[in-house]
């Protein structure tokens, strides 16, 4: 159980282009999920907590406008990353928990980001 | 500031010995502790966790310490196999609010067959 789906894994795309990364938790439902960003060999930095039906709180320095977080549903929330530039180029991991107490989080795959 | 620290990047261990990761953390704050693993190109998976009312937590081959006047923990596993190689992650938090975890660096794991 309590397995996280993140579609794409892997995007190559030009300069200034938008891209959407989703989110799926697929048998529990998830009423808040996570978005994070690893750079090579480094930690994984938490850039924003989506609670379903509400707006994403954003950790310091992360700059909200750039990355878009929706969580419309309690299985599904969605990072779009705005206008991406080669600096945007990173691996993004979502994960999920549900709502009662120390539940662990549950991760996705991945996308491997390259900006062109 | 780096709240969660894993101080040795690496460390290589023989199949069948103990392989010991250890984590440090500052922040009296946080009451619950996690490991993960995590293959490249890969999301971490979840191993085992602690909360702050026990000093062990044990599952299979995985044992968790929680030392909370050193503000350290350390994960053991025994046997190793080979298997095992990947990073390994510990995080923390705190327990009210959004749960948000604070991830160490990680620690890249060997097992020689």
């Known amino acids: 159980g309590a397995v996280v789906s993140q579609h794409p894994s892997r995007v190559i795309c030009k300069s200034g282009t938008s891209v959407k990364i989703e989110c799926r938790s697929l048998?529990?439902?998830?009423?808040?999920m996570f978005w994070y960003r690893q750079f090579p060999k480094k930690s994984l930095m938490l850039m924003a907590t989506?609670?379903?039906?509400?707006?994403?709180?954003?950790e310091q320095g992360v700059e909200k406008d750039k990355f878009l977080i929706n969580h419309a549903s309690l299985t599904l929330s969605t990072l779009t990353v705005t206008s991406a530039h080669p600096e945007d180029s990173s691996f993004y991991i979502c994960?999920?928990?549900?709502?009662?107490?120390?539940?662990?989080?549950?991760f996705g795959d991945g996308t491997r980001l390259s900006i062109l | 500031d780096q709240q969660v620290k894993q101080n040795s990047p690496s460390l290589s261990v023989q199949e069948g010995r103990i392989s010991i990761l250890n984590c440090d953390y500052t922040?009296?704050?946080?009451?619950?502790f996690l490991w993960y693993k995590k293959y490249p190109a890969e999301g971490p998976t979840f191993l085992i966790s602690?909360?702050?009312?026990?000093d062990k937590n044990e599952d299979g081959r995985f044992t968790v310490f929680l030392n909370k006047s050193a503000k350290h923990l350390s994960l053991h596993i025994v046997p190793s196999q080979p298997g095992d190689s990947a990073v390994y992650f510990c995080?923390?938090?705190?327990?009210?609010?959004?749960?948000?975890?604070?991830f160490g660096t990680g620690t890249r794991l060997k097992v020689l067959a």
């Open positions: 994960s999920a928990s549900t709502a009662f107490g120390n539940q662990p989080q549950h």
């Open positions: 048998d529990f439902q998830a009423t808040t």
């Open positions: 989506s609670n379903e039906g509400s707006k994403a709180t954003y």
């Open positions: 922040n009296s704050m946080f009451d619950y």
């Open positions: 602690i909360s702050s009312i026990k």
């Open positions: 995080a923390a938090s705190v327990s009210s609010g959004t749960y948000k975890y604070i």
